[in-house]
């Protein structure tokens, strides 16, 4: 029988099994709350513990509960695509599994949904407890990422519920390297903001390193937005200018006999713009590898394996 819940709930995990069974006990507790027929979706993203084990078993004991499991880490990204393109229901949830995304806000999410709204985003208010480099690191990306898309994306998160309007335009999009949020804003349609307070995590430690959150915002950023290759021709306008007033000075200066002997500036200068044509250069090389691995045509992910109630399919599916 094929399955048509009306709200469909997509986590994304990684090694999350101190977590994974709270997490799907707190969801569906809210959900039974809201009066609507639902799904939880566990795309499992390369996990090495328990975590799908404990999933699988929940997934036989109630069809309700699914899990997808990836062939091998795809990273973020790529669960969420693969939960959006498996969801069936007519409202879509992305929660993250370590419960810091308050299972609790599930309901006013979805009144808001009935209330005509085809987006709903949780945004934050405190970020929590992180590390002083986390959140610098973290307000500079929103920053960035703000004049990338013309808005604001201070306290975004991918707790969002997407109405399956916006589920079907964001799985229509072609590209392979995708940024949930970005593609969210990207495709518009009515937006209503749920504030929140990210909680603590409820067991097990982070996943994110600082490194891997500094590779993440600058992979997004670059996937999402050409302000990088903007800022690039911008500096080369500055550094012509620059160039031309120096010019100016240093023609100025022998005319009147005052030029300065030596090779200090010349040589200070010559260092300072080779290593901004590196940098600039190191900037539109790694375009042309996004653009490589665009063209390649790659999946996003690759399925393993659905588990529900009723069977357990081994598959070889490819995501977009």
């Not at 709930?9 to 969801?27: K, L």
Request: contains cysteine; glycine residues 8%; charged residues 20%.
């Amino acid at each position: 029988m094929a399955r048509s819940p009306e709200i469909t709930v997509i986590i994304p995990m990684f090694n999350e099994v101190e977590v994974i069974g709270a997490a799907m006990t707190r969801v569906a507790h809210e959900l039974e709350s809201c009066g609507h027929s639902w799904e939880i979706l566990c795309v499992d993203d390369g996990s090495n513990d328990g975590g799908p084990a404990l999933v699988a078993e929940r997934s036989r004991e109630d069809r309700r509960f699914e899990l997808i499991e990836l062939s091998r880490n795809f990273g973020k990204e790529g669960a969420i695509s693969a939960g959006l393109q498996a969801a069936a229901g007519a409202a879509v949830i992305v929660i993250d599994a370590d419960l810091q995304h308050p299972p609790e806000l599930i309901p006013k999410m979805v009144e808001a949904w009935r209330g005509g709204a085809h987006l709903v985003e949780a945004v934050k208010t405190h970020r929590g407890k992180e590390p002083v480099l986390h959140r610098m690191a973290a307000k500079l990306f929103y920053a960035l990422m703000g004049q990338a898309t013309r808005r604001s994306s201070q306290g975004d998160a991918d707790f969002k519920l997407l109405d399956r309007q916006v589920v079907d335009a964001i799985n229509e999009l072609p590209e392979r390297n995708r940024y949930f949020r970005g593609l969210v804003a990207w495709v518009g349609f009515r937006s209503v903001k749920v504030p929140f307070e990210v909680q603590g995590r409820a067991a097990g430690t982070a996943k994110w390193s600082l490194f891997d959150l500094i590779r993440y915002s600058l992979r997004n950023l670059i996937a999402f937005s050409s302000l990088p290759l903007r800022l690039v021709a911008w500096f080369g306008f500055v550094t012509v200018a620059f160039g031309g007033l120096l010019a100016v000075q240093t023609l100025v200066n022998y005319l009147m006999g005052n030029a300065v002997e030596g090779f200090t500036t010349a040589i200070v200068l010559n260092i300072i713009l080779s290593g901004a044509i590196l940098t600039c250069l190191g900037i539109v090389a790694t375009y042309v590898a996004q653009m490589y691995d665009e063209i390649k045509g790659r999946p996003t992910f690759v399925v393993i394996r659905r588990q529900t109630s009723e069977e357990e399919e081994p598959t070889e599916n490819e995501g977009s």
